[in-house]
């Protein structure tokens, strides 16, 4: 069984991981914690627990964590998830609460719980995670690998080179790309790839299973956002976007990375937030691979976005 925690911002393709993560039976969802990002933290609450209810999760401790970044001012990404965070579509309060512990503390205590190492799986801007290194260092001995949903080797989607997560909050992703843990990095490279076919959203809306219901109804919102990403396949394809990362932990042969030096930028603001992903070999005369600053980490640049899509969708229609 895979020890895992995820660390979202629900929105939309937080809420498809949830789903994916609750649902596969390979995975115990040990914990989830909430930070800012998509949403303001008490709105990414409220939607992290409406869909552990819709997917049907047992009694999962949950967390509010950071309500910002460590030094940036919150941003929105409303234009993407809409108003609520979850595509407006008017899902009802849970009756679940929150833990009474910040995110970072239960992060602790299901880390260091664990009988076999965790699979930290960030989704969102990564405040949370950043804290818990500088708090509780010593946790990371029981992570058995962080597979982050953020940054880019190529071009953004905040700005021209910064990916959303990584950009929300900078100094907190870089804190994290150098702890020394494995790190996967499952950005912008390969996010829109793993995608689900009209026809399939249709089926899923059409469920009578509040949990795969939600999953097409999040994928049909989706579709008529994406529309306007020159980046994405304006063809009806609703791309599972976080999603992908949860494949990822549970089936890493489906991903294809490099184990390359990262780091984030933070002072020029053109570029704060981009992760600056070193492709040179070493030997050569600039900062970059042989800085003992730019640690190495597994940078997705493939991916079998078939194998992803139908994991989700047999976990999900389970
Ligand atoms: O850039 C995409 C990321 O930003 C996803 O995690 C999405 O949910 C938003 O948080
Ligand atoms: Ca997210």
Not at 90 to 111: F, M, Y
Request: net charge negative.
């Amino acid at each position: 069984m895979q020890q895992m925690i995820l660390d979202v911002d629900t929105g939309i393709d937080d809420a498809l991981a949830l789903l994916l993560a609750v649902r596969h039976p390979g995975v115990n969802l040990r914990a989830v914690t909430c930070v800012a990002g998509n949403a303001s933290l008490e709105q990414v609450v409220r939607n992290t627990l409406t869909v552990l209810d819709a997917a049907g999760a047992g009694d999962i401790p949950v967390a509010a964590g950071a309500h910002r970044p460590l030094l940036s001012e919150a941003h929105s990404a409303a234009h993407v998830h809409g108003a609520d965070g979850l595509g407006d579509l008017g899902l009802p309060e849970s009756s679940r609460t929150v833990v009474p512990l910040h995110a970072v503390e239960l992060l602790r205590r299901e880390i260091l719980a664990s009988p076999t190492p965790v699979t930290l799986v960030p989704l969102a801007p990564m405040t949370n995670i950043a804290l818990l290194v500088r708090l509780y260092p010593e946790v990371l001995d029981n992570v058995e690998r962080i597979v982050f949903m953020g940054g880019s080797a190529s071009v953004g989607n905040a700005t021209a080179v910064a990916e959303f997560n990584t950009w929300h909050d900078p100094e907190a992703a870089e804190i994290v790309l150098t702890s020394g843990a494995p790190i996967t990095m499952y950005g912008l490279d390969v996010f829109y790839a793993v995608t689900i076919p009209p026809e399939d959203i249709v089926r899923l809306a059409a469920s009578p299973e509040p949990g795969t219901q939600l999953a097409g109804r999040l994928l049909q919102h989706l579709v008529t956002v994406k529309g306007s990403e020159v980046r994405v396949a304006g063809d009806g394809h609703g791309d599972i976007g976080d999603a992908g990362a949860v494949c990822a932990a549970i089936d890493p042969d489906g991903l294809s990375t490099t184990h390359l030096p990262v780091r984030v930028s933070l002072a020029d603001p053109l570029t704060r937030g981009q992760t600056v992903v070193d492709h040179r070999t070493a030997g050569h005369d600039q900062a970059g691979a042989g800085d003992p600053l730019f640690r190495r980490i597994d940078v997705a640049l493939g991916i079998n976005s078939a194998r992803y899509a139908k994991l989700f969708l047999d976990t999900i229609t389970r």
